[in-house]
């Protein structure tokens, strides 16, 4: 095949051009790139998971990461239904889905657990209710600014950025479904309470507390 394009094109050129070398990329790279791609995920998964496991507690960490599985899920369950091509710029984009993805379900729960320590007498599901509701205009907001630059690209970024652009709408529209009702329902569902999120600070103040029995008395 190599050999007939040659002659076709010194054909086309009168015999004026000459091809000196030619290169090509073998299935065997192909498939270390996806297997590379394959590997980031994993370590974003186990990164975002330790992160939340820190910040908030390990009941939250497990409902985000099940949150984004579902974001990664259904791209690329669009991408086998509809047979669109999966190359790695489709695989960046669900990278940058998990990133933006855990973002959202931050905020909730930074949002979550600040309504966990000024109301007290509020039930966890009212308190992840009120969190929902106090944050819902900044997630539509957030998400409605992004989708409108991806649509853009979508439309006007060619067909290099194609696949990724549409990979990139999928993930944001059912980020915003994740993140608001997948994310904090399972962290509901596992049991998170209002002392898993506050303990660590009751515990540093009561390690500050002097050991005399009259502290805090009025003098």
Not at 70 to 76: A, E, P, W
Not at 105 to 118: G, H
Request: charged share 15%; hydrophobic share 50%.
């Amino acid at each position: 095949m190599i050999a007939s394009l040659h002659g076709v094109i010194q054909k086309l050129s009168n015999d004026s051009m000459q091809v000196n070398r030619v290169e090509s990329v073998g299935s065997q790279v192909g498939d270390e790139l996806y297997e590379n791609g394959a590997l980031a995920v994993l370590f974003v998964c186990i990164g975002i998971m330790l992160y939340l496991t820190m910040r908030f507690e390990w009941r939250f960490a497990i409902a985000a990461i099940m949150a984004n599985m579902h974001d990664v899920i259904i791209i690329l369950g669009f991408f086998a239904f509809f047979q669109w091509e999966f190359n790695l710029t489709v695989l960046a984009a669900v990278l940058a889905v998990l990133g933006y993805s855990v973002n959202e379900s931050v905020v909730i729960f930074d949002r979550i657990r600040e309504t966990f320590r000024k109301q007290r007498k509020m039930d966890t599901k009212a308190v992840i209710d009120s969190a929902i509701t106090g944050t819902i205009s900044r997630t539509v907001i957030t998400h409605g600014s992004t989708e409108m630059m991806v649509i853009a690209m979508l439309i006007f970024g060619g067909p290099t950025l194609f696949y990724f652009a549409l990979a990139l709408t999928i993930g944001i529209l059912f980020g915003i479904y994740s993140s608001v009702f997948v994310a904090a329902a399972i962290a509901m569902w596992l049991g998170v309470k209002r002392e898993d999120l506050i303990k660590g600070e009751r515990k540093a103040s009561d390690n500050n507390r002097p050991d005399d029995p009259n502290f805090g008395a009025q003098v």
